[in-house]
Every structure is written in C-alpha cells, then in structure tokens.
C-alpha cells in the first residue's frame, strides 16, 4: 500500500485524490492536509502504520487551507447559523473558532449579529475594552480608518459589543445591519486568518438572505437541536444557503441529550436523531451532537468557553471533531476531487 492510497478518516477519500502532499521515507512519512489536525496527530500516525503494515510511523503534519475568497488577509469565511435563536448558535460559533485553532489555523471571529451581539462577553473582553482604531491608506491613496480586531484565547474577534454599551439598543433597519455587517467584515484588519467564523444572526429573513449574498462566504454550518419546531427551522436555514449557492458544511446538533451531573446518565428531553435525519435529508455531513450540560453554558457566560476552558476534555473534544470534520468537508469542495466531478456546461442554440 502506498501512503497516498490512504482514504482520509473524516472524508474516506484517498489523499492522492484530494491533493494532499505526501512525502514519505522509510517510517517518517510528511503529509499536508487541507484542513488542521493537530488533536489527531497520533490516531493518525496509528491509523497509518496499521494501513501500510509497519509497525511504527513517524508523522509529521502539516496544514494548507484552501484557498478563500474572504476580504484582504481573510481566508476562507464560514457562517454558523440557524433557523431561529435559543439553540446555541453563538456558542457553537465561538466554541467552533476556538477548536479550529486549537487544531493549529489561524482564525478570527466575527459576531455578524448586530441586534443581539454576545460574543465579547463568551469571549471574556470587558465591556470597557475598545479596538484600537488604526490609519491605513485606502483607495485612491485616501487615508482610511481601520479597527484592530481585539485577541481573545488566542482568536481574533470583532463584534459590535465593542463599539456600544451592553444597554444600547441597535434600532436600525435592514440595509443599515447589513452596512454595519459589510463595515466590520471590511475594515477590520484581521491578520491573516485561515478561517473567519461569521456568527450569524438567528433566522431566514431579508436582513440574513442580504447578508448572505453581500459577504464570500465559502460554506455555512447549520445548528439545530433536536426538537421538532427547531429542525423545521433548521431545514429554512439550508434552503437559504443553498439559494444563494453557499455550501452547507454541515449540522451541529446541539442540546441533544441532558447529561446528569449526579448519575451521568443521559436523557434525550428534546427528543432523538433530529440532526442525522435532516443532515441525510440534505446530504450534508452531521457534524457533531453536543450535550445539554450545565458546564457548558457556565464556560461561555464566564467568559471562557468549553474550548478554551478544558480544550482537552470530552466536551471540547466533540466540538474539535466537529471542527476538522467541518474544514475537512470544506477542502473536499474545494480541492481536486470536486473539480473532476464538477458539472459540464453544455451550449445550446435557442
């Protein structure tokens, strides 16, 4: 067996056919992945030497994203959103962003929900804290004000929640929101992000489909939990995306079983298989289910999310497999594999 043969465990695709790079002599084997797996580096190197009948391999991982289409020194922009609030899309977001650099990229986080921006208290920033406001030239030479995004667990974030008070209501309308959203997106000098993880606002009305088509976005990941009235809504939200050709990544489930903090044992109060049944509806990958625990919401409100509280505890574990299998999906659309089975443009005379 060679080592390119070896089929990609989130996408079961052999390396070669993806575009991976592989270099290999003797037992040390160098590969570069389309998406960050440092959290499984040694499953890796286990799962290869079982493949090619050896006894020990000695990997070294590397990561090349693919490339993005996002503003200046953004990569690739992916949306986190919903069908309707109250499922824990924010803090899957953040928890998400988190993960992705725990797994070794580079990335930032935008809060694009301008009504009811959270991220800067998950994010632990003080309500006082300010980004600095920066002079660059524009277009036409023109100086040009920009914001430096504030560092937080080791992500780059921007969030309205830095420009007005926690008591200050955003009364606006539609094509003001998407204004703002096109501002904090454009003028922000992220610093070379692989991925921007936009945090969208609940729904799938005017303001969301506007923003969808004004900002690159190069997949979404939708969040559900498994209740009936919330999988109805989760469905709008890919339909949504799919209207505006923007790839769904995937399904999170949230919610999805209540974990006991006496016994432990599980109870799947908001009912069962939800996110599977939509996410094979759709043929698009279930991403993750996480559970309805107490730790989880303390972390966030506390200003230090699962990840970055635990990043190496069970919890954070789902969310950082959810986080490769999400950027793993990304590169199967992106990468050599989806161009050889692309459509063919057929002309025809009227």
């Known amino acids: 067996m060679k080592v390119e043969q070896f089929p990609d465990p989130y996408l079961d695709v052999p390396w070669q056919d993806l575009g991976a790079r592989v270099l290999s002599s003797g037992s040390r084997i160098g590969v570069t992945l389309g998406y960050p ?7 890796l190197a286990r799962r290869l030497a079982e493949f090619l009948g050896v006894d020990h391999v000695d990997l070294e991982l590397d990561f090349r994203p693919p490339p993005g289409r996002g503003p200046g020194r953004v990569g690739n ?4 959103a919903s069908g309707k609030g109250g499922v824990g899309k924010s803090t899957t977001a953040v928890n998400l962003a988190l993960a992705l650099d725990r797994e070794g990229a580079r990335v930032g986080l935008l809060d ?3 009504y009811g921006p959270s991220q800067g208290m998950m994010l632990g920033v003080p309500p006082s804290q300010r980004p600095e406001v920066v002079s660059r030239p524009g277009k036409g030479g023109a100086e040009q004000k920009f914001f430096q995004p504030i560092k937080a667990h080791g992500i780059q974030a921007m969030s309205m929640s830095f420009l007005v008070t926690e008591k200050t209501p955003m009364v606006w309308r539609g094509p003001m929101v998407s204004g703002a959203l096109q501002q904090l997106l454009t003028q922000t000098l992220w610093d070379d992000l692989d991925y921007l993880i936009v945090d969208m ?3 799938t009305g005017d ?4 923003l969808s088509q004004q900002v690159p976005v190069a997949g979404a990941v939708i969040v559900t939990t498994p209740q ?8 709008k939200g890919i339909e949504m995306f799919r209207k505006v050709d923007i790839p769904v990544l995937g ?8 974990r006991c903090p006496h016994c432990g044992e599980d109870s799947p109060i908001f009912g069962s298989g939800g996110g599977e049944r939509i996410a094979h509806e759709f043929a698009t990958p279930l991403l993750g289910r996480l559970p309805l625990t107490l730790a989880i919401r303390e972390q966030a409100d506390g200003g230090t999310p699962t990840v970055a509280h635990d990043p190496d505890g069970d919890i954070a574990g789902i969310y950082r497999d959810a986080a490769r299998r999400l950027a793993a999906e990304l590169w199967r659309l992106s990468g050599p ?7 063919e443009i057929s002309m025809i005379d009227d």
């Open 228 to 235: 009936d009235i919330a999988l109805l809504d989760a469905i």
């Open 251 to 258: 399904v999170i489930e949230n919610m999805s079983v209540f």
């Open 207 to 210: 303001i969301q489909l506007t």
């Open 337 to 343: 594999a989806a161009a050889a089975g692309g459509p």
């Open 77 to 80: 922009i992916i949306a986190v």
């Open 112 to 114: 694009a929900d301008i």
């Open 201 to 203: 606002p609940p729904g």
């Open 37 to 43: 797996a440092a959290g499984m580096h040694d499953e």
